[in-house]
């Protein structure tokens, strides 16, 4: 049986009051601890492809999904067995993951995949043209078909879904959403990656692949990186609180997925594609 994990940390913290006065009181911090990803191919032993720093919970997935947005993992068919490293030390029981695949994989993406961490995630390719070796572009009339109202709505119904952002305020949200604006899977973590590795990694574990008539909330920036993770997801539609970057908006562009920034407050830009959203 998995043990339950803290996503949240008792501390003790010195307050200042909206009158400038000081007094002591409890708070909630998000848990931030170190996982190591090892792969095991057939007929070899597991090797360590990254560590990143993360939020304990829905590990399994987190790290399905990075080997997947990662070229790793080409479809739910390569996915043998997830599993908890078993050590000699207690505590780092459940801070090492080890995949075993189903076929052999590209050492040069093993070596592009060792490093990464919460807060910038790994940039899988360096280049849109390398991204669009990987995966080719969703189709103009393919993904989900939204009215501004119901997309509005999205960033809301997440937030609700969301029990440890509400003791902490310090973590990330990813979703899937569909054409009704219905939230049909929301995950959260320290970094925004991670969430949304972690969205990816249970379709592929649940053999939901590809995403393409969903939507895929983030409640950060959008980076290329996420643009990438979505793009090898068959991802049409990605909606954010913040801002897009300008390499974000021109691979979402090439790739034909609907980029939506600073969705918030009952407002927001659609930057790409903009054929989903309806009036």
Same mark, same amino acid.
């Given at each position: 049986?998995v043990?339950a994990?803290?996503?949240a940390?008792?501390?003790?913290v010195?307050?200042?009051s909206?009158?400038?006065?000081?007094?002591?009181?409890? *708070?909630? +911090?998000v848990t931030?601890?170190p996982?190591?990803i090892?792969?095991?191919? %057939?007929?070899k !032993?597991a &090797?360590t492809l990254s560590?990143t720093m993360r939020?304990?919970?829905?590990?399994?997935?987190?790290?399905?999904?990075?080997?997947f947005t990662e070229g790793?993992?080409a479809?739910?068919?390569d996915?043998?067995?997830?599993?908890?490293?078993?050590l000699?030390?207690?505590e780092?029981?459940?801070?090492i993951?080890?995949v075993e695949?189903?076929?052999?994989f590209d050492?040069?993406?093993a070596?592009?995949?060792?490093?990464?961490s919460?807060s910038?995630?790994i940039?899988?390719?360096?280049s849109i *043209?390398? +991204?669009?070796?990987?995966?080719?572009?969703?189709?103009?009339?393919?993904? %989900?078909?939204? !009215?501004? &109202?119901v997309?509005?709505g999205v960033?809301?119904?997440?937030r609700k879904?969301?029990p440890?952002?509400?003791?902490?305020?310090?973590?990330?949200?990813?979703?899937?959403?569909?054409?009704?604006g219905?939230?049909?899977?929301v995950?959260?973590?320290?970094?925004?990656?991670?969430?949304?590795d972690k969205?990816i990694?249970?379709a592929?574990?649940?053999k939901t692949?590809?995403?393409?008539n969903?939507g895929?909330?983030?409640?950060g920036r959008?980076?290329?990186?996420?643009?990438q993770k979505?793009?090898?997801?068959?991802?049409a539609?990605?909606?954010?609180?913040?801002a897009?970057?300008?390499?974000?908006?021109?691979t979402?562009?090439?790739?034909?997925?609907?980029v939506?920034g600073f969705?918030?407050?009952?407002?927001?830009n659609?930057?790409?594609h903009?054929?989903?959203?309806?009036?």
């Amino acid at each position: 049986m998995v043990q339950a994990r803290k996503k949240a940390t008792d501390w003790k913290v010195l307050a200042v009051s909206n009158e400038g006065r000081l007094g002591s009181k409890p *708070d909630y +911090l998000v848990t931030e601890e170190p996982m190591e990803i090892r792969v095991a191919p %057939p007929g070899k !032993t597991a &090797e360590t492809l990254s560590v990143t720093m993360r939020t304990p919970g829905h590990d399994f997935e987190l790290a399905v999904g990075f080997l997947f947005t990662e070229g790793i993992i080409a479809s739910p068919a390569d996915l043998r067995t997830v599993k908890y490293c078993e050590l000699d030390l207690p505590e780092q029981l459940y801070n090492i993951v080890t995949v075993e695949v189903a076929r052999p994989f590209d050492e040069a993406l093993a070596r592009r995949a060792m490093v990464t961490s919460a807060s910038c995630g790994i940039c899988g390719t360096e280049s849109i *043209d390398q +991204l669009l070796t990987c995966t080719t572009p969703v189709g103009a009339e393919e993904g %989900p078909k939204l !009215t501004a &109202e119901v997309l509005l709505g999205v960033a809301e119904a997440v937030r609700k879904s969301q029990p440890t952002f509400d003791r902490t305020g310090g973590l990330h949200a990813s979703a899937l959403f569909n054409e009704q604006g219905e939230i049909t899977i929301v995950r959260e973590d320290i970094g925004r990656h991670n969430a949304v590795d972690k969205v990816i990694g249970q379709a592929v574990m649940n053999k939901t692949m590809p995403l393409t008539n969903f939507g895929l909330f983030c409640s950060g920036r959008l980076s290329f990186e996420i643009i990438q993770k979505a793009a090898m997801a068959r991802v049409a539609m990605i909606a954010a609180v913040g801002a897009p970057s300008s390499l974000a908006v021109e691979t979402a562009e090439k790739l034909g997925i609907t980029v939506v920034g600073f969705l918030r407050d009952g407002k927001a830009n659609i930057y790409t594609h903009p054929q989903r959203v309806l009036d």
